[in-house]
């Protein structure tokens, strides 16, 4: 929802079109899932925050924030490469939910923390409840899931979050430096 975002990557839309395609899906009783991804070299903690009160604030159905992914064979992966930010080739972490370059704006860690905050903001269980007092119980059940693939997300992760040493004292040295021995492409 970063208007710098979306011009870095040269979208054709902007806040209010997307509002409006929002409200458009509405009138018709058709759910709106949205997917925000998080990690532009314009984008900071606030950006992920705002991208959840945004999500919050129109009642978006359903969301998914994934984090920024160099893919192989794309220019952003080549782009990683050249400047040295990239910090594993573990592809088992490529998966939009691992943070595996590092972003201009925050640490790593920073990044993968503030997106899962994101995200247990929007499934929150008042939030969730909510939606079974009003009676929109299909939204409820799919948030509910929602909410509980979260809470594996991290508890499968949280071990291998502090195993990788991705401590910003570790994978968040000056842009020009490269991370230490450790952290380094696997």
């Not at 991208?51 to 009642?59: C, H, V, Y």
């Not at 978006?60 to 910090?87: A, H, K, N, S, W």
């Not at 923390?113 to 009676?135: F, Q, W």
């Amino acid at each position: 929802m970063n208007p710098d975002t979306l011009a870095l990557y040269d979208k054709r839309q902007n806040l209010e079109d997307i509002r409006l395609a929002i409200r458009r899906f509405r009138q018709h009783d058709i759910w709106v899932h949205g997917m925000f991804v998080i990690g532009s070299d314009a984008d900071g903690i606030e950006t992920i925050r705002a991208t959840s009160r945004f999500a919050l604030k129109e009642g978006i159905d359903t969301i998914q924030f994934l984090v920024l992914t160099p893919l192989p064979g794309t220019p952003f992966m080549e782009d990683m490469e050249r400047q040295g930010r990239l910090l594993s080739r573990d592809w088992s972490l490529y998966d939009a939910h691992h943070c595996v370059f590092r972003p201009a704006l925050m640490s790593p860690n920073e990044m993968m923390s503030e997106t899962m905050s994101a995200m247990r903001r929007v499934y929150s269980p008042g939030r969730i409840l909510g939606l079974a007092a009003r009676g929109k119980f299909r939204r409820f059940f799919f948030n509910l899931y929602a909410r509980r693939q979260v809470k594996n997300w991290q508890k499968a992760n949280s071990r291998k979050l502090r195993e990788t040493e991705w401590a910003e004292s570790v994978v968040n040295p000056p842009l020009g430096a490269s991370p230490s021995t450790g952290s380094g492409l696997k």
